[in-house]
């Protein structure tokens, strides 16, 4: 069962910085490309980042372009989403899944998602 495994989250204060992991199950970084997907309440999931299992090139949105970084360990099947200077828009739990990587980090492209981890970030 292909199945990607969210850990990292938690709270910090605005300006602090979170490192989220994604473990791939049952599959491995070069069968499919990894995404991180993020919904605040009330919300709709938006693509946050993602990473080609091919060559590592990363994508990200708007938003956070400048203050995240998507990074890949091959031997440890894990990727990883470095969050620096989180304000409270960034609050939302975050997913990761497993699916085609695009310079839109199109959401409706990745297939199988994990249970999510959430990242709150207080004023």
């Known amino acids: 069962e292909i199945q990607p495994v969210e850990s990292g989250g938690g709270s910090v204060q605005a300006g602090g910085s979170l490192k989220l992991s994604c473990a791939a199950s049952?599959?491995?970084?070069?069968?499919?490309?990894l995404g991180w997907f993020r919904q605040a309440p009330g919300k709709y999931r938006e693509g946050v980042a993602c990473i080609k299992g091919s060559d590592n090139s990363a994508y990200y949105t708007d938003s956070v372009k400048g203050r995240f970084t998507m990074s890949s360990d091959n031997a440890k099947n894990t990727v990883y989403l470095q969050m620096n200077d989180l304000n409270v828009e960034d609050t939302a739990v975050y997913y990761c899944a497993a699916g085609f990587c695009d310079a839109a980090v199109t959401t409706g492209h990745f297939g199988a998602w994990g249970q999510g981890t959430q990242v709150t970030v207080d004023s």
């Open positions: 049952g599959f491995t970084l070069e069968d499919y490309d």
